[in-house]
């Protein structure tokens, strides 16, 4: 599958521990997102690479929240002293730059429980 | 910010029949408007999308129009198959950004054999 990757596709976690999820987007892709979804809601934007720059991050990304793209290829999202309220699916997508930078390829997620 | 209302939230046809799945956007600077399929457990995959330099776009049994005036989109589907039941979320870029989308809330479409 040369898609985008995420690992794991689960994870639960108690309540304070902190977590780290990755994700390895299509190669020739050097723009990266981080989505969220919850159930019953379509994803919501989290933060942006191009390369290895953050260029933005959303006000739902708490200072709890961190993402890297240190060479510019795969990615972290890490949380820390995780929350019930953090429970969701955590998507990243893909895409190229150019006039196709919008179509976004989505991985499959990792659904992240906090008990 | 962005907004994207979906209609309707859940949608049921008998296989043979056409659905329709109409979306909203506030935005007036969006010009990229993306529809997903997301299976059970699975990615959202892109199925169909329409710049705003067009009106409407066609991939075999699935279309998108586009009315910018009004400020709506929406996906027709013909001849469902059951292999078409799945959540579809339709999409636009926040300000007419070249990376950032707001989703709708996607509609449950269900393909009765």
């Known amino acids: 599958d040369t898609g985008v990757s995420q690992d794991p596709r689960h994870k639960i976690t108690k309540r304070g521990q902190n977590v780290t999820f990755r994700c390895d987007p299509i190669s020739e892709h050097n723009r990266l997102y981080w989505y969220r979804q919850t159930l019953g809601q379509g994803p919501e934007f989290l933060t942006y690479?191009?390369?290895?720059?953050?260029?933005?991050k959303s006000r739902l990304l708490s200072d709890r929240f961190s993402a890297e793209r240190p060479k510019g290829s795969f990615s972290t999202l890490e949380i820390q002293r995780t929350e019930q309220g953090d429970s969701a699916m955590y998507l990243c997508?893909?895409?190229?730059?150019?006039?196709?930078?919008?179509?976004?390829?989505f991985g499959q997620g990792t659904r992240l429980t906090v008990v | 910010g962005e907004n994207v209302e979906q209609h309707p939230s859940t949608l049921s046809v008998q296989e043979g029949d056409s659905a329709v799945i109409k979306c909203t956007y506030s935005d007036s600077a969006s010009n990229y408007f993306p529809w997903y399929k997301q299976e059970l457990g699975k990615r959202p995959q892109l199925i169909i999308d329409i710049r705003s330099n067009v009106g409407e776009k066609k991939d075999q049994r699935i279309a998108v129009t586009l009315n910018k005036t009004a400020k709506h989109f929406s996906l027709h589907i013909t001849e469902t198959q059951p292999e078409d039941s799945a959540v579809y979320f339709c999409?636009?870029?926040?300000?007419?950004?070249?990376?950032?989308?707001?989703f709708g809330k996607g509609t449950l479409l269900t393909v009765n054999p």
């Open positions: 690479f191009q390369n290895e720059a953050q260029l933005e």
């Open positions: 999409a636009a870029n926040w300000k007419g950004s070249n990376y950032k989308l707001t």
């Open positions: 997508a893909s895409s190229r730059d150019g006039p196709s930078s919008t179509e976004a390829f």
